[in-house]
């Protein structure tokens, strides 16, 4: 969801004159890659820890992961060092504080957007300190709703001159032109006419509340009428 927000972004990168570039972390050649480089969108790796191509042994790979993990922040140092990007938009959460540092070090501004509701900062302690940096402004923080803020720096939730929110975009062509034929469907999987038929653009995982909607619905029929 988020790359492929990053990709709709990008179609009005030449209108607003960004040039735009990539950093992975996490993993490489994800399966937007393609897409990324059509939209002249430049690549870099720098991953956390290597990726598990599954030819190593576990246990020799856990090994491996926990002594290259503590040199990542000597790598995104090189990487942004090099790097003459003036705006940091950090929209991963993993090694928060690493990615900070190094911003500041290079002296580059950083925006942080929270694309969660999970809990992704989880001492006290670091809740300060990035509460305390968005509140001087030092960094600037983008969330998709005030549930994500809160899970994480609920003291902001109040504070709303400190952060901006920015709804995750769509492409409404895509949805609006549809031609699906409903009939088909209900024919295909064997759902008749009195079932309710439910549309959905997210993944089928948890995070996106699935269940909720189906006992929403359920109590609205059955109990209020």
Do not use: M
Request: with cysteine; aromatic share 10%.
């Amino acid at each position: 969801g988020v790359q492929k927000n990053l990709l709709c972004k990008s179609k009005y990168d030449k209108e607003f004159n960004i040039k735009r570039k990539v950093i992975c972390i996490v993993r490489e050649q994800g399966e937007l890659e393609e897409q990324f480089k059509q939209a002249g969108i430049e690549i870099i790796d720098c991953l956390i820890v290597p990726t598990d191509r599954n030819y190593r042994p576990h246990r020799l790979f856990k090994l491996l992961r926990k002594a290259t993990s503590p040199l990542f922040i000597f790598k995104l140092y090189s990487v942004l060092r090099k790097d003459k990007s003036s705006i940091i938009h950090s929209e991963d959460s993993t090694k928060l504080i690493t990615q900070l540092l190094i911003t500041f070090l290079t002296h580059k501004k950083f925006i942080w957007q929270l694309h969660t509701n999970y809990e992704v900062i989880k001492t006290h302690f670091f809740k300060k300190v990035l509460y305390n940096l968005i509140k001087w402004k030092k960094i600037k923080l983008l969330a998709d709703s005030y549930a994500a803020v809160e899970s994480n720096i609920k003291k902001l939730v109040n504070q709303k001159q400190l952060f901006h929110l920015v709804s995750p975009g769509i492409e409404i062509d895509i949805f609006s032109n549809n031609s699906l034929d409903i009939n088909r469907i209900r024919e295909k999987y064997g759902i008749n006419d009195q079932c309710l038929l439910l549309g959905s653009t997210g993944r089928l995982h948890d995070s996106k509340g699935f269940e909720i909607l189906i006992k929403s619905i359920s109590e609205l029929i059955n109990n209020k009428g």
